[in-house]
C-alpha cells in the first residue's frame, strides 16, 4: 500500500426532494485514487472485489477505487454539476 | 472503460403503506448499461462481482450492471409498471 | 438469463418490539428461483457471489438467488411461520 | 445444503448512549452454524465470499457462517458479555 | 483463526453538522488485526474479499481486516485527527 494516494469520499445521492439535484450521504469511504483527483472534485467510484480491477491493484486489500472523474451530470435537461477547470 | 454508457440509478422499493406501488430509494448507483436503456425506463441491475458476469465486464472495475430491462410488474393481481413502448 | 423465473422478495426482520414475530424489511430484492417459490412464501436467499454458488448460476451475472423454500420459523417456543400446504 | 443447521443471527451494535453496552441490530441474517451455537448466544460471524472460506461451506450458496463463539467480551474495564457455562 | 487479535470497529463519518468532524457511525464491525492497533486508535479497514488480501488471511473465514493505522487526518486546512504517541 506504500505510496498510495488516498482519498476520503462522501458519496452523493440524488435529492428525494429536487431530483435534479445532489445531497451528500451520510457515509464515508477510504478510496484508492488512482486518477490524481483532488478536494471538492466528484468522481465515481467502485467498491468490493471489483475495486481491485482497477490498474495495479489486484493483489491489495483494497475495497474501494476511484475508477473515474466526472466533467458534468446531466439530470433531464439540467446541468447539476460541472468540473472546476484550472 | 472508454465508451461505456453509464446510468445513475434509483433503486425502487415496494411502499411499505401500499405494497402495489413502488417508491425511489434514497441512494444512487452508477451502473454500466449494456443494454440501451433510457431515461425513466425500469431496470433490473446486478452489484458487485455478480456484475462483472455481464457481457464483457469481466476485467474492468465495475461493480454495478443493468442487466435487464423491465417490460411489466406485477403485483398481485395489479400492474404496476409498464415500459412505454415508442 | 433466458428463461429463469424472477421473484421480488422483501427481507424479513425480527420485530424489536416483538421479538417472537417478523416484520417486513423496507428494501426490496431481484432474486433468480431455481425452486419454484411462490408469491407470499417464505423462502431462504442468498447474496453476492454466493448467490452465483446455487445449480447453473455461476455465469450469470445473478447476486441473489433463492437457494431455500421455508416450511416453519420457530422463535423460542412460539411457531412464528408455517408455509401453507396445498 | 442438506443437514446443515441454519440459525438466525441478529447483529449486536454498540449503545451509541452507553458505548460499554450492546444493543441489538434491526436487521436478521440467516448463517450457517459449524460450531453449535445455540439459542441467546453470542457468536461471530462472516458474510459474502468469506463465509464461504469456513469448513465444507466453499461450494455452497452460503452468505453467512458463524466463524466463533463469544466467550468474553470487555469494552475498555468492563466486561459487556460472557457466556453462559452449562 | 487461532491466536489472530480481533478488534471492535466503529467506523467514523463524516459529521454533516461540521465537516471537518468525524462522528461514530452506528454499526460495529469486528475486524483482524495485523498491524498492532490499539484501543482508542483511527484505523483504515477493509471489508469483503478483499480484506483477505491482507497478510496471512487469504484462506481465512475473514470479512473485514485492519490495512492501517492513521497518523493524522486533514479535513481542508483542519486537521481532525492526531494520533497519540507514546
Not at 469511504?29 to 482497477?54: K, N, P, W, Y
Not at 474501494?64 to 472546476?84: H, M, N, P
Given at each position: 500500500?506504500?505510496?498510495?494516494?488516498?482519498?476520503?469520499?462522501?458519496?452523493?445521492?440524488?435529492?428525494?426532494?429536487?431530483?435534479?439535484?445532489?445531497?451528500?450521504?451520510?457515509?464515508?469511504?477510504?478510496?484508492?485514487?488512482?486518477?490524481?483527483?483532488g478536494?471538492?472534485?466528484?468522481?465515481?467510484?467502485?467498491?468490493?472485489?471489483?475495486?481491485?480491477?482497477?490498474?495495479?491493484?489486484?493483489?491489495?486489500?483494497?475495497d474501494?477505487?476511484?475508477?473515474?472523474?466526472?466533467?458534468?451530470?446531466?439530470?433531464?435537461?439540467?446541468?447539476?454539476?460541472?468540473a472546476?477547470?484550472?
Amino acid at each position: 500500500m506504500r505510496g498510495r494516494k488516498l482519498l476520503m469520499i462522501r458519496p452523493m445521492l440524488i435529492d428525494s426532494e429536487d431530483p435534479t439535484r445532489f445531497k451528500p450521504g451520510s457515509n464515508t469511504i477510504i478510496a484508492v485514487d488512482t486518477l490524481g483527483a483532488g478536494e471538492g472534485e466528484l468522481v465515481m467510484f467502485s467498491q468490493g472485489s471489483s475495486a481491485r480491477q482497477a490498474d495495479g491493484l489486484k493483489q491489495l486489500p483494497v475495497d474501494a477505487a476511484v475508477v473515474g472523474l466526472i466533467d458534468t451530470v446531466s439530470i433531464g435537461d439540467k446541468k447539476t454539476y460541472e468540473a472546476k477547470n484550472d
